[in-house]
């Protein structure tokens, strides 16, 4: 009997045993599954998010490049360089002071930035360049609320004193209203002030618009470096898709600089360290004034911080151990690349 019962309980044993196997391996596939899932689900965010980035990029290259030609528009009234038959033919040079605002989608973004606790470890590199984004939209947002209280006080001023306002769109050119809007474009000096605070207004909006499209460039590259192995080589191809291009190295002791316009005068640039050695960088002004310092990890891709913008003309020095290296110019449409 003690034989038969101890037999028995052997058996019993290893049923049980088997069981238990049985509902770890069971456990396992499920969690297997799960993560798989997981997984394939978080493909389909990051699907999204590459989609509405690549949107936004389009719509900032768009919005600057209109800018700039704002910019110049406005230089050359303010300098009394364009004629009354170019005010006559060019209806945008006859409202240049209005709103113009990004037009983003940056649902994806916050969407990732709220689930960051479930990224997948590979993904993770994204998380600081998704908040970096949304800074620069916010800081954007909030100066459009500032220069678009200037466009509102000009439009108010011209509905109370111009009665050309009415007919302001007309398109016949020998129209008396059209006229006299252009005599006030060419004589009024208050239109002039009104003109240089809005572009001095604009000028910062930039600023901010050149920052999201730069933090959607880093993050663009990352997803590609992350999913589709991109080396520096990748990602100075993807960044010349946008026109956007790298600086010109050059020697330390090279003391030649730039003359070229530079239309961004303090803004945030992509900056990308494609060496395995870690680099101390430092940008001066166009007078060899420090500005501000930075440090790149091996590999590392980001924007410069928003407390150390570049500026005009600035010159970046790379150092190694204390000792210059390697020097470039900053330039419209540019970033830095090492290599």
Known sequence: MENKTGKY??????????????????????????????????????????????????????????????????????????????????????????????????????????????????????????????????????????????????????????????????????????????????????????????????SYSLREMVGIRSASLVILAEIKRVRENFDADDIKELFSQYNITPYTEQACDDSKVSTDDFNDPSTYLPLLNATNQTKNIQWEDYENNLVKKIQLKPGELKVNPVSKRMHENALIKIFINGKCTMKYQAKTNGYLLIQ
């Open 9 to 202: 309980f052997k058996y019993a044993i290893g049923e049980i045993v088997l069981v238990v196997i049985g509902i770890l391996i069971a456990l396992s596939l499920n969690n297997w599954n799960e993560k798989m899932n997981q997984g394939t689900n978080f493909d389909k965010l990051i699907d999204a998010l590459e989609n509405e980035i690549i949107e936004n990029i389009d719509e900032a290259n768009y919005e600057i490049k209109w800018y700039r030609i704002t910019q110049l528009n406005a230089s050359k009234i303010l300098a009394n360089k364009i004629s009354r038959k170019q005010f006559l033919e060019d209806r945008n040079l006859r409202s240049l002071i209005e709103i113009n605002r990004l037009d983003i989608n940056s649902d994806d973004v916050s969407s990732l930035v709220n689930k960051q606790e479930d990224f997948p470890e590979n993904y993770k590199v994204l998380i600081p360049h998704l908040k970096n984004y949304l800074k620069f939209e916010k800081r954007y947002n909030n100066n459009q609320l500032e220069y678009g209280k200037q466009v509102t006080e000009y439009d108010n001023f011209l509905i109370k004193t111009q009665p050309w306002y009415a007919s302001s769109y007309s398109k016949v050119l020998d129209s008396i209203a059209l006229n006299k809007q252009v005599d006030f474009y060419l004589e009024n000096p208050i239109y002039k002030n009104f003109l240089t605070s809005y572009i001095d207004g604009y």
